[in-house]
């Protein structure tokens, strides 16, 4: 087995649900490989966005991109539908001026269907997420 981003809308990837949304700024930037496009905040938090994987995968390592985050929650899921979530992983982030902030989860043989990402609070009034990748193989379809 080959280790790919799955995150990639190229790998089939989506991102199913986004608690804001800004037409020039969709919520598929965040996975659409392209480091010139990010998904953006319409302010008040908590903000999250849930990415369906569309097959049962196992992460080694999520990278986020993002700017302003403050405090990031990241739930998974096994299921076939995006429902028993169980947290995952919560951060503090620094604030980095002027530039991206780049936090790298090395995970342990972490299975999962579904991630959700939680923006529990920001160092602004809005937020970015400009990419999001995870490392790791496909174990099996949905069935």
């Not at 999520?62 to 429902?83: C, D, G, N």
């Amino acid at each position: 087995m080959r280790k790919v981003d799955l995150c990639l809308s190229s790998e089939g990837t989506e991102v199913i649900l986004a608690t804001s949304s800004d037409e020039k700024h969709p919520p598929e930037n965040m996975i659409d490989g392209n480091p010139e496009t990010f998904w953006t905040t319409t302010g008040m938090f908590p903000q999250e966005f849930i990415i369906c994987f569309h097959k049962h995968v196992r992460i080694e390592k999520l990278v986020i991109q993002s700017y302003f985050v403050r405090t990031l929650r990241i739930e998974k899921s096994t299921s076939k539908e995006p429902v028993d979530f169980e947290q995952w992983i919560e951060r503090d982030l620094a604030h980095t001026e002027g530039q991206l902030q780049n936090e790298e989860i090395l995970a342990r043989d972490d299975h999962v269907t579904y991630l959700r990402f939680i923006i529990v609070s920001a160092f602004d009034h809005f937020a970015s997420v400009h990419s999001v990748s995870a490392e790791g193989v496909a174990i099996s379809n949905l069935s």
